[in-house]
T-cell receptor, first 114, second 115 residues
Framework: SQTIHQWPATLVQPVGSPLSLECTVE??????LYWYRQAAGRGLQLLFY??????ISSEVPQNLSASRPQDRQFILSSKKLLLSDSGFYLC?????????????FGPGTRLTVL | AQSVTQLGSHVSVSEGALVLLRCNYS??????LFWYVQYPNQGLQLLLK??????LVKGINGFEAEFKKSETSFHLTKPSAHMSDAAEYFC?????????????FGAGTILRVKS
């Protein structure tokens, strides 16, 4: 069966520090991968998605970036965090190709920027 | 482009009462629709999905939703609320106009269940 992991589960970082959040998927190959952010009371915002290794699409311009160094690994990064980067970050995956496939979500990372 | 509107950011029901969470969508093509539930500090879990088969879709935890094309709606219901149903619920539509199998989410509805 497929599983999705995110780490760390929680993170407290000072403003201006770097960020690296990791997401890995097991039990499937060539998934589509997604990064979302939930800010307090603001629903789900799609940040990045990837349909293959090295292929990243950005939905919202910001100081975050994403990379996909391996087929089932998706990394969210920042060189300098802002207060507004605080939130709950969710990674998700879906099988390639079919629009009727649901997205499967990871457990999330709670990021607090102080 | 597809869009989703969830009426009511907060819904409160008594334990044992009917749960009705409203979702309306906009789509230029026949949609695929989803309901997810999120408990505090957890990821989203799929409740049910509509993929153009039966218009009444049954999901987990006693929830169901009915696809009504004429009303462009996909409301979520449960006959009798339980305390464990307290959570945030998201309706989503598959964005088939763009590459990448993306989903367009509604803003979410927080369900409170009173004892």
């Amino acid at each position: 069966s497929q599983t999705i992991h995110q780490w760390p589960a929680t993170l407290v970082q000072p403003v201006g520090s770097p960020l690296s959040l990791e997401c890995t998927v097991e039990g499937t190959s060539n998934p589509n991968l997604y990064w979302y952010r939930q800010a307090a009371g603001r629903g789900l915002q799609l940040l990045f998605y990837s349909v293959g290794i090295g292929q990243i699409s950005s939905e919202v311009p910001q100081n975050l970036s994403a990379s996909r160094p391996q087929d089932r690994q998706f990394i969210l990064s920042s060189k300098k965090l802002l207060l507004s980067d605080s939130g709950f970050y969710l990674c998700a995956w879906t099988p390639t190709g079919q629009s009727y496939n649901e997205q499967f979500f990871g457990p999330g990372t709670r990021l607090t920027v102080l | 482009a597809q869009s989703v509107t969830q009426l009511g950011s907060h819904v409160s029901v008594s334990e044992g009462a009917l749960v009705l969470l409203r979702c309306n969508y906009s789509s230029s093509v026949p949609p695929y629709l989803f309901w997810y539930v999120q408990y505090p500090n957890q990821g989203l879990q799929l409740l049910l999905k509509y993929t153009s088969a039966a218009t009444l879709v049954k999901g987990i935890n006693g929830f169901e939703a009915e696809f009504k094309k004429s009303e462009t709606s996909f409301h979520l219901t449960k006959p009798s609320a339980h305390m464990s149903d307290a959570a945030e619920y998201f309706c989503a539509v598959s964005d088939m106009e763009e590459y990448g199998n993306k989903l367009v989410f509604g803003a979410g509805t927080i369900l409170r269940v009173k004892s």
